[in-house]
């Protein structure tokens, strides 16, 4: 498992050499690099595995905090916001990871596929978890990450090597939790629905009710679940959502805070620009201001 473990290393290290981020050719195969601690950052996790070849990372969602290595990989089940930072990187050891997008679809279809053990009746749980990671895992992930040296057999052995992976986390110590979110009719998997819902409509108004008929819950049965596996209140949610998408308006598009506050679904101005302050630390403005800065530095 160590000779793994450093070929993998040595395979991130040559593929980052030009920067942090890497989206591979490879379907949801992005690779990272980070060369010195990083303060805590908001981020968007998908559903996905993060793994890390070298280093490490904390993230915390509401109260619970997540730290992982390369003995152990986080796995996430529904999209998640989280504040996140990297604990262990420097130029002589830079921080090694990777992150691989899961198809709910497929990781359902495999369970169905191959007749694997539904879990057994449990309540919704946090969306995100740290498993162990395991030597099969680590070398199946060294056999995906080497197509990008053979571009031309990434259509036909990717998809193989991302049903192992799937496979070897539906059968490893995350597996339950797993397969509750990818069972149809679960309650965590009706969450998930609603968020995806969410993600896609968050730009408009919602009634509770409206969101836990998406769910086939009463209203405090899926506000209580949603918050189990979010941390969060559904406002709460498409507030993130809101505030970081007028954030990289305003960044990457160059948009005021007025035209972004309105592109979100805000009809205030003002109540945007505290709720903003609230979430960033600072005015709109001065906030861009701050993080252009630092991109310039």
Known sequence: MVGTLEALAKSLTRWTEQGDRLTTAIPGLSLFRRDAVTPPATYLYEQSICLIAQGAKRVVVGGDTYVYDHRHFLITSVDLPAVCDILSASRERPYLGLLLKIDQHEMSQLMADHHLPPPRAQQSSRGMAVGEVTAPLLEAFHRLLSLLDEPKDIPILSPIIQREIVYR?????QGAHLRQMALA?????????????????????????????????????????????????????????????????????????????????????????????????????????????????
């Open 185 to 297: 009719g679960s309650q965590s998997r009706q969450i998930a629905q609603v968020i995806h819902w969410l993600k896609e409509n968050y730009t408009k108004p919602f009634r509770i009710e409206e969101l836990a008929g998406r769910a086939s819950m009463s209203a405090s049965t899926f506000h209580h679940h949603f918050r189990t596996v979010t941390a969060m209140s559904p406002l709460q949610y498409q507030k993130w959502l809101r505030l970081n998408e007028a954030r990289r308006l305003m960044l990457t598009e160059r948009l005021d805070a007025t035209t972004a506050a309105f592109q979100v679904g805000y009809e205030s101005p003002s109540q945007f620009s505290r709720e903003y302050s609230r979430s960033f630390g600072a005015p709109p403005l001065r906030d861009i201001e701050r993080l252009r800065n630092q991109a310039a530095s």
């Open 169 to 173: 986390l539906l059968m490893g110590d």
